[in-house]
């Protein structure tokens, strides 16, 4: 059973501050893994997505990727009190030559207080 | 470029009935997955399409099916409705295997 562990918060943070979100993943084959932002009542929308273990850095989020650790982290600079929502890790499942299957974490809940 | 639409937005249906929703992907984009959401269970992969053929299937009874047609919509149904397949189910189409996901709007199905 391929997992993605999310802590589900909630996660408050004051605004200007820095957000850190953490996610683990049970999988090895995993190659890929994403991070998604979903407003209450609203659909995922990509934030980022990384491959390759290190930093990758867009704008004010920075993806942490470790796989011998098999860790993902999204770090979200300057935290904005439009940033509150839903955090939702997702780690792409080609272990075995499965076709795509996005596995997805139970979702941090982040409020960035004014 | 339009994003992936999904139809129609919100459903009630009652225990029993079967229902059809529908996603088009945005446009170039052959790869369409399905997800159901619901609070307790989160995001869980239905199934996805490539190129008119599924795939790869999710942890899902039979009464859950789908397909895809060559201009890369895709439509799923769930037969004899049950009052566990109230949810919110999201459409998502890349344009590879490999690439990034994304999601439609999402139709919120409620089963009475």
């Known amino acids: 059973q391929k997992e993605v562990e999310q802590n589900s918060g909630p996660l408050s943070v004051p605004e200007g501050a820095i957000a850190s979100l953490n996610c683990t993943y049970s999988?090895?084959?995993?190659?890929?893994f994403f991070w998604y932002r979903q407003y209450s009542g609203k659909s995922p929308e990509l934030i980022m997505f990384?491959?390759?273990?290190g930093d990758k850095e867009d704008g004010r989020f920075t993806a942490q990727l470790n796989k011998a650790s098999q860790y993902v982290s999204l770090l979200i600079r300057d935290s904005q009190p439009s940033d509150s929502a839903t955090y939702l890790c997702?780690?792409?499942?080609?272990?075995?030559?499965?076709?795509?299957?996005?596995?997805f974490g139970s979702g941090t809940q982040l409020t960035v207080l004014p | 470029k339009a994003g992936v639409t999904q139809t129609p937005r919100y459903l009630i249906k009652t225990r029993g009935q079967q229902v059809t929703l529908s996603c088009s992907p945005i446009?170039?984009?052959?790869?369409v997955s399905w997800y159901q959401q619901t609070p307790g269970q989160g995001l869980q992969f239905l199934f996805e399409?490539?190129?008119?053929?599924?795939?790869n299937k999710g942890n899902f009874p039979g009464r859950f099916s789908g397909r895809q047609f060559s201009n890369s919509r895709s439509e799923m149904n769930v037969s004899t409705l049950e009052l566990g397949d109230s949810a919110l189910y999201l459409c998502?189409?890349?344009?590879?295997?490999?690439?990034?996901?994304?999601f439609g709007p999402g139709t919120r199905l409620t089963v009475l």
């Open positions: 399409y490539f190129s008119e053929t599924q795939r």
């Open positions: 997702a780690a792409d499942g080609f272990s075995s030559g499965s076709a795509r299957q996005l596995t």
């Open positions: 999988d090895r084959g995993s190659q890929s």
């Open positions: 446009s170039g984009h052959r790869s």
């Open positions: 998502a189409s890349s344009s590879s295997r490999i690439d990034e996901q994304f």
């Open positions: 990384i491959y390759s273990n």
